[in-house]
């Protein structure tokens, strides 16, 4: 079956430090990949967009890699803050075929002082 | 600033109504979607649109309408509210790219409770 798995247990970290947070998935041949940061009673929020042919994208303390082969993207936050702390989605559009989004279920990151 | 308005923000009604939740973007974003997010489900898609008069159905339609009659607007109607509808609604608009690659923008989110 088709799906998108990001770990459900909460990532504590120590202010500082970086927080790296996993998306696998299994059949399915995404034409791109997004994150995004999702923060408690409120609408999630785009951070950043990567494509199948690159492998690596970064956005100021941000880094996605994408590795079609292994089926997995992996997010790392640098220096992370507690202002960090939230649930971060990633979400893949299936294939060239569709335009629709297919969210996991996210990963809650609490940085701690 | 452009933004993206859900409303009610929370909503509690009774099996059998029918329920009407709003969605208003001023983005001027030709595309539109209506997800739920359950624990353990993340957001699923409930109907999209990608224009005026145009609506599709995502993959937890049953139940669920929506109509564009407008740039701004698409409407989520539930025709007879049950408890497994009972959710957080989100709406999320996009603009039109010719690669079909973009982000989206999330609304604030419905809380929907059927008693």
């Known amino acids: 079956s088709q799906k998108i798995e990001q770990n459900s247990e909460a990532l504590n970290i120590q202010e500082g430090k970086t927080a790296t947070l996993t998306c696998n998935y299994t059949n399915y041949s995404p034409a791109y990949l997004q994150w995004y940061r999702q923060d408690p009673g409120r609408g999630p929020v785009f951070l950043l967009l990567?494509?199948?042919?690159?492998k690596e994208k970064r956005k100021e303390r941000l880094k996605v890699t994408f590795d079609t082969t292994l089926k997995q993207s992996l997010f790392h936050i640098t220096a992370s803050q507690p202002a960090d702390s939230a649930t971060y989605l990633c979400a893949l559009v299936p294939s060239y075929n569709t335009d629709k989004l297919i969210f996991g279920t996210g990963t809650r990151l609490q940085v701690f002082p | 600033d452009a933004e993206i308005t859900q409303s009610p923000r929370h909503k509690i009604t009774e099996t059998g109504r029918q329920v009407t939740l709003a969605c208003h973007q001023t983005w001027n974003h030709n595309n539109m979607f209506w997800y739920r997010q359950d624990l353990g489900h993340g957001l699923r898609l409930i109907h999209y649109?990608?224009?005026?008069?145009?609506?599709n159905k995502g993959e937890v339609s049953d139940g669920y309408s929506v109509s564009r009659s407008n740039t701004e607007d698409l409407p989520l109607t539930l025709e007879s509210a049950a408890s497994s509808q009972t959710s957080v609604y989100f709406c999320?608009?996009?603009?039109?790219?010719?690669?079909?690659?973009?982000?989206?923008?999330f609304g604030p989110g419905t809380r929907l409770t059927v008693t």
């Open positions: 990567i494509r199948e042919n690159e």
């Open positions: 649109s990608y224009g005026v008069q145009d609506t």
């Open positions: 999320a608009s996009s603009p039109f790219s010719s690669d079909k690659i973009y982000e989206q923008y």
